[in-house]
């Protein structure tokens, strides 16, 4: 069952591009590492909020992403810029 992981974060207005940046090389180095991931979408809540979904093929792909996460400098340069972070995840129930 595809599984859906929903981060809302804060991210101080002038740092965009910067995280912007540091998210795509979070998202290759992700993808080289664990399969499963198929797309992301992030979206501006306002100036300093924000929302990231990633896509993935199933929990296991998830929980091997999560598992592997904190092993990578790519995953601790992503999570150091921003602040507040939550996370929901969903199971895709339907989609058209």
């Known amino acids: 069952m595809t599984i859906l992981r929903l981060?809302?974060?804060g991210?101080?207005?002038g740092r965009v591009d910067e995280m912007l940046a540091t998210r795509a090389v979070l998202?290759?180095?992700v993808r080289a590492k664990v399969p499963g991931l198929t797309e992301t979408?992030?979206?501006r809540v306002?100036?300093?909020t924000w929302l990231d979904l990633w896509t993935w093929e199933s929990a296991e792909?998830?929980?091997a992403a999560v598992a592997v996460a904190p092993t990578m400098p790519e995953a601790g340069a992503?999570?150091?810029m921003i602040?507040?972070?939550t996370e929901e995840r969903l199971d895709l129930v339907d989609e058209r």
Request: proline share 0%; no cysteine.
């Open 41 to 43: 979408r992030l979206a």
């Open 46 to 48: 306002d100036d300093e």
């Open 61 to 63: 792909a998830l929980a």
């Open 78 to 80: 992503a999570f150091a």
């Open 27 to 29: 998202i290759d180095a």
């Open 83 to 85: 602040r507040d972070a």
């Open 11 to 13: 991210l101080d207005a």
């Open 7 to 9: 981060t809302r974060f």
